[in-house]
T-cell receptor, first 116, second 114 residues
Framework: AQKVTQAQTEISVVEKEDVTLDCVYE???????LFWYKQPPSGELVFLIR??????QNEISGRYSWNFQKSTSSFNFTITASQVVDSAVYFC?????????????FGGGTRLMVKP | SAVISQKPSRDICQRGTSLTIQCQVD?????MFWYRQQPGQSLTLIAT?????????ESGFVIDKFPISRPNLTFSTLTVSNMSPEDSSIYLC???????????FGPGTRLTVL
């Protein structure tokens, strides 16, 4: 069965520090999809990025970057020069191509607090 | 991208009552889902809302407690029945274009049961 683990439940940094959020996943599928979502205090879930299992290219979007490594089953998320607005809970999620219904399995989430 | 709205955004209810949450999308979508997020927890899928037929429920969730309707491709409702304080959660709907597509989430409904 699929599983997503976010070992860091809470991280606190000072503004402008870099921070990496870890995500480790388990799946038996050879084709799967990985996601990161952000949940600010308002509660909505904001999609950040999707990675397909057959695409191991790392991605950079502004201050955000993602490191996907199949060899270690990890999909880590780095925020460079963090800002107070980055304070939120971040979820890593996995879906498997073999599952007929597009089921997302979420990790437990990492609460990031960025202090001014 | 599609705009997803949910009503109500929040509510405080008495135990034993029921609440119906609406999810409206501004365009037709193939798949709609309902999730529950208990306080301080991650998201758990309740069910997939199937257009014109009964919803597909995940283990631990039953139709009598969480009846779901999806009369068309832009709208779905989730009812939380006979509520208890343990039902206090954020309920989120999500959409996707297909079985391998990204899911996008609505703003959520924050429910408190007293």
């Amino acid at each position: 069965a699929q599983k997503v683990t976010q070992a860091q439940t809470e991280i606190s940094v000072v503004e402008k520090e870099d921070v990496t959020l870890d995500c480790v996943y388990e799946t038996r599928d050879t084709t799967y999809y990985l996601f990161w979502y952000k949940q600010p205090p308002s509660g909505e879930l904001v999609f950040l990025i999707r990675r397909n299992s057959f695409d191991e290219q790392n991605e950079i979007s502004g201050r955000y970057s993602w490191n996907f490594q199949k060899s270690t089953s990890s999909f880590n998320f780095t925020i460079t020069a963090s800002q107070v607005v980055d304070s939120a809970v971040y979820f890593c999620a996995l879906s498997e191509a073999s599952y007929a219904g597009n089921m997302l399995t979420f990790g437990g989430g990492t609460r990031l607090m960025v202090k001014p | 991208s599609a705009v997803i709205s949910q009503k109500p955004s929040r509510d405080i209810c008495q135990r034993g009552t029921s609440l119906t949450i609406q999810c409206q999308v501004d365009s037709q979508v193939t798949m709609m889902f309902w999730y529950r997020q208990q306080p301080g927890q991650s998201l758990t899928l309740i069910a997939t809302a199937n257009q014109g037929s009964e919803a597909t429920y995940e283990s631990g969730f039953v139709i009598d407690k969480f009846p779901i309707s999806r009369p068309n491709l832009t709208f779905s409702t989730l009812t939380v029945s006979n509520m208890s304080p343990e039902d206090s959660s954020i309920y989120l709907c999500s959409i996707s274009g297909g079985v391998t597509d990204t899911q996008y989430f609505g703003p959520g409904t924050r429910l408190t049961v007293l």
